[in-house]
């Protein structure tokens, strides 16, 4: 079975643009979380979704919002991009909303 | 606030040495606390501890919870150079009931 997807793993944006992230979850899975990590820091929890409604939201602006769709994949948008958003965004299935989260290999997201 | 914190921050060791990682909390809600490997990216799941005083095991690994005092060990024995990563622990819980992850230990493991 295909663990969790993330698109893109790499890219490259300048201040002031917007950036989409796309996941995958796990067959079967309904839950997705997305964090973020800043080099030399843990995950920073940003989102998580079940069933297609927000279940949590971390301390992020407004400028991050999320969505889920019907097949239970996500997608993370970020808007007005600054140099500190230049971080790995991980994305995390898990089967319901609470237990162990199993981890995408990321999106390198480098801000401009 | 909710709050996780893992000692050391780096380690570098030998290869056959035996480390230990701890990780304190302080999550209101607490439900779980887990132990990730991240290698490169994505953090690969090692242990979720519910109950105290039950050690968990996998090979070398060994995970044990204290909920009264509450932290947390990893223990690896016998280290390789395989183990060389950055081990995070994260507790379920707080407002939101999500993983808040430690900054992670550094473990280095020289042949």
């Known amino acids: 079975d295909a663990g969790v997807t993330q698109s893109p793993t790499h890219l490259i944006k300048t201040r002031g643009q917007h950036v989409t992230l796309r996941c995958s979850p796990i067959?079967?899975?309904?839950?997705v979380s997305w964090y973020q990590q800043v080099l030399g820091q843990g995950p920073q929890f940003i989102f998580q979704?079940?069933?297609?409604?927000?279940?949590g939201r971390g301390n992020f602006p407004d400028r991050f919002s999320a969505r889920q769709f019907p097949n239970y994949s996500s997608e993370l948008n970020v808007n007005a991009l600054l140099l500190g958003d230049s971080a790995l965004y991980l994305c995390?299935?898990?089967?319901?909303?609470?237990?162990?989260?199993?981890f995408g290999e990321g999106s390198r997201l480098t801000v401009l | 606030e909710d709050k996780v914190v893992q000692s050391p921050l780096s380690l570098v060791v030998h290869e056959g040495d035996t480390v230990t990682l701890n990780c304190s909390y302080e999550?209101?809600?607490?439900?779980?606390l887990l132990w990730y490997k991240q290698e490169k990216k994505a953090p690969t799941f090692l242990f979720m501890l519910?109950?105290?005083?039950i050690e968990k095991k996998s090979g070398r690994l060994s995970s044990i919870l204290d909920k009264k005092e509450l932290f947390s060990i990893l223990n690896i024995t016998a280290t390789q150079t395989g183990d060389s990563a950055i081990y995070l622990c994260?507790?379920?819980?707080?407002?939101?009931?999500?993983?808040?992850f430690g900054k992670g230990t550094k473990l280095s493991v020289k042949p």
């Open positions: 995390a299935s898990s089967w319901g909303v609470a237990g162990e989260l199993f």
């Open positions: 067959s079967g899975h309904k839950s």
């Open positions: 979704y079940y069933e297609k409604e927000e279940r």
């Open positions: 999550v209101t809600n607490f439900r779980s």
């Open positions: 519910t109950s105290s005083g």
């Open positions: 994260a507790v379920g819980g707080g407002s939101q009931g999500n993983l808040i």
